[in-house]
């Protein structure tokens, strides 16, 4: 059985992959703040408050077409839950599809998530200069 921490971030997981507006917002505190810190073909961006992370789901619900989200490993430190994946999507008036590799940093107390941090890669594999 997952810790607390770890249960609301699962909730909120799987209000995303339901696309439940209301479950989703429902796992964040008044005050929370999430920080995506861009990657080579998204902007940073910081949604600030409940109403913040409100919109972050209505733009996610309303403009991207997703094709996988995979949650890889979830670890917790404390209060701080740690989450590794992947995704790939489709955003409205583009045509390619964009993938990233991500680590999502939660905070969470009295039950909500406080914080959000997403460190986030777009740069494909094959890109990456090797170092032997």
């Given at each position: 059985?997952?810790?607390?921490?770890?249960?609301?971030?699962?909730?909120?997981?799987?209000?995303?992959?339901?696309?439940?507006?209301?479950?989703?917002?429902?796992?964040?505190?008044?005050?929370?703040?999430?920080?995506?810190?861009?990657?080579?073909?998204?902007?940073?961006?910081?949604?600030?408050?409940?109403?913040?992370?409100?919109?972050?789901?209505?733009?996610?619900?309303?403009?991207?077409?997703?094709?996988?989200?995979n949650v890889s490993e979830?670890?917790?430190?404390?209060?701080?839950?740690?989450?590794?994946?992947?995704?790939?999507?489709?955003?409205?008036?583009?045509?390619?599809?964009?993938?990233?590799?991500?680590?999502?940093?939660?905070?969470?107390?009295?039950?909500?998530?406080?914080?959000?941090?997403?460190?986030?890669?777009?740069?494909?594999?094959?890109?990456?200069?090797?170092v032997q």
């Amino acid at each position: 059985m997952p810790s607390p921490q770890i249960a609301v971030v699962e909730k909120m997981f799987s209000a995303f992959a339901a696309k439940d507006l209301d479950a989703a917002v429902s796992t964040v505190s008044e005050d929370t703040l999430w920080i995506h810190h861009g990657t080579q073909k998204l902007p940073s961006m910081r949604f600030v408050g409940k109403s913040g992370v409100r919109q972050f789901f209505e733009i996610n619900f309303n403009t991207m077409s997703v094709t996988y989200f995979n949650v890889s490993e979830i670890i917790q430190n404390a209060n701080l839950v740690i989450a590794f994946g992947n995704e790939e999507f489709t955003m409205a008036g583009r045509d390619d599809a964009l993938a990233q590799k991500w680590v999502q940093i939660y905070t969470v107390e009295n039950g909500l998530i406080t914080r959000m941090e997403e460190f986030a890669t777009s740069a494909d594999e094959k890109s990456y200069l090797v170092v032997q």
